[in-house]
C-alpha cells in the first residue's frame, strides 16, 4: 500500500518570536526552522505501519519553499521512500495548502494520509479535514492510537476529558497527536542514503486565498508581578491576595 | 451580502456544553452589530437544556434529531448541519474551538465552500466589514484577519467570550427536524473519559509541576494542591518527556493552551515554549527556588523557595478559607 505523510518546515518552538518588516510574517533572521514536531508521529505511524506489512511505498509530500527540503530530507533519513515538494514561494492560507496536497494524493492514489495534528506555526489544525473533505476521504484527527486492519480503521483520538474510539474505513486521512508513537532518530546510514534520494518538485496546485493577513503583532507585554517572600511564611499573604485582590479562589 | 448568522451548538451525553453559550452570546451580539438575525442549531438525540439557549439571546433554535447522532460522528454531524444551512441559506457559521468544534469546522468549509478560520479570540466590525483577531504560534504572536468570502466559518477560543445570561429571555421556538438516515461512514463507538479528572483545556484552576518537583512519586504534591482548590494538573514539557506524567496534562506550545482564571506554576523555570501556552492567564502565581526564573517575569505573585516546604502549607491554607 503506499502511503502518503505530510511535512511541513516550521520555526522551532523554542524561537522567540519577532515580527518581520512587512508587518504579516515574522522576521526569519536568526530563526531555526525544524520539521513540525507533531509531523514526526505521523512519519513514524506511515514507516511502522510499511514495516509490518513488509511492503509498499511512503512518499512525504510537503507545500513550501526549496527551504523545505531541510524537513523533507529529515523525513527521508528517518526511512521515508521518496518526496515531492509543491512549491509555492507565497504564504498559503490553511485551504490553500489542502488544495495542494489534494492534488498531490490524488496523483499518488495513496489511500492512506498521515500528517501532524497541526502546524506549530500557525496552529490551524484544520489541513488534516480540509485535505480528506477534498478527497472525500475520511479523516480522524489528534489521533494517539490507531488500529488498521484491512480497509477497517479503529482510532483513538483526544478530546476534552478523555478519549473518543473513533470507526471508519479506508480512504482516511490521520491527523498525529503527541503519544501516538515514539518517533525514531535517523541513523547514519538514512541520513548518508537520504542525500541521494532525490526531491521530485512540482508547481503546488493554483487556488484563490479565502483569507488575508492584515496585521501581525505581539500580544501586550506582562509586567512583573510581586515577590511576596522565599519561604512557606509568604503562604497567608498569598492566599489573601488570590482571595481578595485577585478573586480567583 | 446579508449575513444570516447560526451558532452551531456541542452537546456531550445529551448536555449543551457551557462554550457553546458563549457562542450563542457572540453570534446574538454580532447579529446585533451588523442588524441581521442569528439562528441556533444543535444536533443530538435528547437534550437536557435546549430551553437555556434563549437566556444566552438566541430564540430560535433548530434540533435536528436522532438517536444515531447522539455521539459525535464528522461524517453524520457535517451532512445533517450542511444541508440545513443549504435549504435556510445560512451563510455565516460559529461554533467553539473545542476538540468537537475544530474537527467540525473544516468539514462545514469545504461542504460549504466557506472561508475558514479557527480559535478566534476577538472581532470588530469595522466599515461593515469583519476583523477576526487569533493567536499564532501558541499565542507567541497575534494576527488580525480579514475573510475574502461571503460565506464563513468560524470558531471562538473557549472561556473568551462571555456567555451573559439574561433571566427575562423570551421562551424558546425549537424546531425538531428528525434525520432519518444519518451518514456513519465516520462514527464515535466509545467515550473513554479520565477517570474523576478536569482537563486542562477546559479548568478555571490548573495547578501544574515541572522538573522543580524532581520525580513522580513527588506528583501527589501538586495533586493535594489542585484538589483543595478544584483544579486540573497540568505539566511542564520537561516532566511529560520524562514520562513523569501523561501528554494529556503538557501545557506549552506542544501542549495544550490554556487560560484559566489562576494558574499556579510549581517548579517550572518557564522555557519560552511553556510560556506561550499559559501566559494568557488571567492570574499566575509562580513557585520556585530560582528567582531569576523566566516564570516570575510573567507571575502575578511569587515565592522564591522551596516548594516542598510551601506547596503542604499553601494546601492547607486554602483548605482552611475555601
Same mark, same amino acid.
Given at each position: 500500500?503506499?502511503i502518503?505523510?505530510?511535512?511541513s518546515h516550521?520555526?522551532?518552538?523554542?524561537?522567540?518570536i519577532?515580527?518581520?518588516?512587512?508587518?504579516?510574517?515574522i522576521?526569519?533572521n536568526g530563526?531555526?526552522?525544524?520539521?513540525?514536531?507533531?509531523?514526526?508521529?505521523?512519519?513514524?505511524?506511515?514507516?511502522?505501519?510499511?514495516?509490518?506489512?513488509?511492503?509498499?511505498?511512503?512518499?512525504?509530500?510537503?507545500?513550501?519553499?526549496? #527551504?523545505?527540503?531541510?524537513t523533507?530530507?529529515?523525513?527521508?533519513?528517518m526511512?521515508?521512500?521518496?518526496?515531492?515538494?509543491?512549491?509555492?514561494?507565497?504564504?498559503?492560507?490553511?485551504l490553500g495548502i489542502?488544495?495542494? /496536497?489534494?492534488?498531490?494524493?490524488?496523483a499518488?492514489?495513496?489511500?492512506?494520509?498521515?500528517?501532524?495534528k %497541526?502546524?506549530?506555526?500557525?496552529?490551524?489544525?484544520?489541513?488534516?479535514?480540509?485535505?480528506?473533505?477534498?478527497?472525500?476521504?475520511?479523516?480522524? *484527527?489528534?489521533?494517539?492510537?490507531?488500529?488498521?486492519?484491512?480497509?477497517?480503521?479503529?482510532?483513538?483520538?483526544?478530546?476534552?476529558?478523555?478519549?473518543?474510539?473513533?470507526?471508519?474505513?479506508?480512504?482516511?486521512?490521520?491527523?498525529?497527536?503527541?503519544?501516538?508513537?515514539e518517533?525514531?532518530?535517523? =541513523?547514519?546510514?538514512g541520513i548518508?542514503?537520504?542525500?541521494?534520494?532525490?526531491?521530485?518538485?512540482? *508547481?503546488?496546485?493554483?487556488?484563490?486565498?479565502?483569507?488575508?493577513?492584515?496585521?501581525?503583532?505581539?500580544?501586550?507585554?506582562k509586567?512583573?508581578?510581586?515577590?511576596?517572600?522565599?519561604?512557606?511564611?509568604?503562604?497567608?499573604?498569598?492566599?489573601?491576595?488570590?482571595?481578595?485582590?485577585?478573586?480567583?479562589? | 451580502?446579508?449575513?444570516?448568522i447560526?451558532?452551531?451548538?456541542?452537546?456531550?451525553e445529551?448536555?449543551?456544553?457551557?462554550?457553546?453559550?458563549?457562542?450563542?452570546?457572540?453570534?446574538?451580539?454580532?447579529?446585533?452589530?451588523?442588524g441581521?438575525?442569528?439562528?441556533?442549531v444543535?444536533?443530538?438525540?435528547?437534550?437536557? #437544556?435546549?430551553?437555556?439557549i434563549?437566556?444566552?439571546?438566541? %430564540?430560535?433554535?433548530?434540533?435536528?434529531?436522532?438517536?444515531?447522532?447522539? #455521539?459525535?460522528?464528522?461524517?453524520?454531524?457535517?451532512?445533517?448541519?450542511?444541508?440545513?444551512a443549504?435549504?435556510?441559506?445560512f451563510n455565516?457559521?460559529m461554533?467553539?474551538?473545542?476538540?468537537?468544534g475544530k $474537527?467540525?469546522?473544516?468539514?462545514?468549509?469545504?461542504?460549504?465552500d466557506?472561508?475558514?478560520?479557527v480559535?478566534?479570540?476577538k472581532?470588530?466590525?469595522? $466599515?461593515?466589514?469583519?476583523?477576526?483577531?487569533?493567536?499564532?504560534?501558541?499565542?507567541?504572536a497575534?494576527?488580525?484577519?480579514?475573510? /475574502?468570502?461571503?460565506?464563513?466559518?468560524?470558531?471562538?477560543?473557549?472561556?473568551?467570550?462571555k456567555?451573559?445570561?439574561?433571566?427575562?429571555?423570551?421562551?424558546?421556538?425549537?424546531d425538531?427536524?428528525?434525520?432519518?438516515?444519518?451518514?456513519?461512514k465516520?462514527?464515535?463507538?466509545?467515550?473513554k473519559?479520565?477517570?474523576?479528572?478536569?482537563?486542562?483545556?477546559?479548568?478555571?484552576?490548573?495547578? =501544574?509541576?515541572?522538573?522543580?518537583?524532581?520525580?513522580?512519586?513527588?506528583?501527589?504534591?501538586?495533586e493535594?494542591?489542585?484538589?483543595?482548590?478544584?483544579?486540573?494538573?497540568g505539566?511542564?514539557?520537561?516532566?511529560?518527556?520524562?514520562?513523569?506524567?501523561p501528554?494529556?496534562? %503538557?501545557?506549552? %506550545?506542544? !501542549?495544550k493552551?490554556?487560560?484559566?482564571?489562576?494558574?499556579v506554576?510549581? !517548579?517550572?523555570s518557564?522555557a519560552?515554549?511553556?510560556?506561550?501556552?499559559?501566559?494568557?492567564?488571567?492570574?499566575?502565581?509562580?513557585? #520556585?527556588?530560582?528567582?531569576?526564573?523566566?516564570i516570575?517575569?510573567v507571575? $502575578?505573585?511569587?515565592?522564591?523557595? $522551596?516548594?516542598f516546604e510551601?506547596l503542604?502549607? /499553601?494546601?492547607?491554607?486554602?483548605?482552611?478559607?475555601?
Amino acid at each position: 500500500m503506499k502511503i502518503v505523510v505530510c511535512v511541513s518546515h516550521v520555526p522551532d518552538t523554542a524561537t522567540r518570536i519577532k515580527i518581520g518588516s512587512d508587518v504579516k510574517t515574522i522576521d526569519p533572521n536568526g530563526v531555526t526552522y525544524i520539521i513540525n514536531p507533531y509531523d514526526e508521529y505521523a512519519v513514524e505511524e506511515a514507516l511502522k505501519l510499511k514495516e509490518r506489512s513488509g511492503s509498499g511505498e511512503v512518499v512525504a509530500v510537503s507545500v513550501g519553499t526549496d #527551504n523545505s527540503k531541510e524537513t523533507i530530507r529529515k523525513a527521508l533519513a528517518m526511512g521515508v521512500d521518496s518526496a515531492v515538494l509543491l512549491k509555492d514561494e507565497n504564504h498559503r492560507d490553511s485551504l490553500g495548502i489542502a488544495k495542494a /496536497l489534494a492534488e498531490e494524493i490524488k496523483a499518488q492514489g495513496a489511500k492512506l494520509v498521515f500528517m501532524g495534528k %497541526q502546524s506549530v506555526d500557525y496552529d490551524n489544525s484544520i489541513v488534516g479535514q480540509l485535505t480528506a473533505e477534498l478527497l472525500d476521504y475520511n479523516c480522524v *484527527p489528534v489521533v494517539v492510537k490507531l488500529e488498521i486492519e484491512g480497509e477497517k480503521v479503529i482510532a483513538e483520538r483526544e478530546i476534552e476529558g478523555g478519549r473518543e474510539v473513533v470507526e471508519t474505513s479506508l480512504p482516511v486521512v490521520i491527523t498525529c497527536q503527541k503519544g501516538l508513537n515514539e518517533p525514531r532518530y535517523a =541513523s547514519l546510514k538514512g541520513i548518508m542514503a537520504a542525500k541521494k534520494k532525490t526531491i521530485e518538485e512540482k *508547481p503546488a496546485a493554483s487556488f484563490t486565498p479565502t483569507s488575508e493577513v492584515l496585521k501581525m503583532y505581539l500580544p501586550p507585554g506582562k509586567q512583573p508581578g510581586r515577590i511576596i517572600g522565599s519561604d512557606a511564611s509568604a503562604v497567608p499573604e498569598l492566599v489573601r491576595l488570590l482571595k481578595e485582590e485577585a478573586k480567583v479562589i | 451580502m446579508a449575513n444570516k448568522i447560526l451558532a452551531i451548538l456541542e452537546q456531550r451525553e445529551g448536555t449543551i456544553k457551557r462554550s457553546s453559550f458563549e457562542v450563542v452570546n457572540a453570534a446574538a451580539n454580532l447579529a446585533q452589530k451588523l442588524g441581521t438575525s442569528a439562528e441556533a442549531v444543535v444536533v443530538g438525540d435528547t437534550i437536557s #437544556n435546549i430551553n437555556d439557549i434563549p437566556k444566552y439571546g438566541i %430564540q430560535k433554535i433548530t434540533h435536528l434529531k436522532s438517536k444515531d447522532l447522539f #455521539n459525535y460522528s464528522s461524517s453524520g454531524y457535517s451532512e445533517a448541519i450542511s444541508n440545513f444551512a443549504k435549504e435556510s441559506g445560512f451563510n455565516f457559521f460559529m461554533l467553539s474551538n473545542t476538540a468537537l468544534g475544530k $474537527d467540525l469546522a473544516p468539514h462545514l468549509s469545504v461542504k460549504l465552500d466557506t472561508a475558514c478560520l479557527v480559535d478566534c479570540t476577538k472581532f470588530e466590525v469595522k $466599515d461593515n466589514d469583519i476583523v477576526y483577531t487569533r493567536p499564532l504560534y501558541a499565542g507567541k504572536a497575534l494576527v488580525d484577519v480579514k475573510l /475574502l468570502s461571503d460565506k464563513k466559518v468560524i470558531t471562538l477560543r473557549p472561556n473568551v467570550f462571555k456567555a451573559e445570561e439574561n433571566e427575562n429571555a423570551p421562551t424558546a421556538e425549537i424546531d425538531v427536524k428528525e434525520i432519518s438516515s444519518v451518514n456513519l461512514k465516520s462514527k464515535v463507538t466509545e467515550y473513554k473519559k479520565s477517570e474523576g479528572k478536569l482537563d486542562v483545556a477546559e479548568a478555571d484552576i490548573i495547578v =501544574s509541576g515541572g522538573r522543580g518537583i524532581k520525580g513522580p512519586e513527588n506528583f501527589h504534591l501538586i495533586e493535594e494542591l489542585a484538589e483543595a482548590l478544584g483544579a486540573a494538573v497540568g505539566a511542564s514539557r520537561a516532566v511529560v518527556d520524562a514520562g513523569w506524567r501523561p501528554h494529556s496534562e %503538557q501545557v506549552g %506550545q506542544t !501542549g495544550k493552551t490554556v487560560s484559566p482564571s489562576l494558574y499556579v506554576a510549581c !517548579g517550572i523555570s518557564g522555557a519560552i515554549q511553556h510560556l506561550a501556552g499559559m501566559s494568557s492567564s488571567k492570574y499566575i502565581v509562580a513557585i #520556585n527556588k530560582d528567582k531569576d526564573a523566566p516564570i516570575f517575569n510573567v507571575a $502575578d505573585y511569587g515565592i522564591t523557595g $522551596d516548594l516542598f516546604e510551601i506547596l503542604p502549607a /499553601l494546601t492547607n491554607e486554602i483548605k482552611k478559607v475555601k
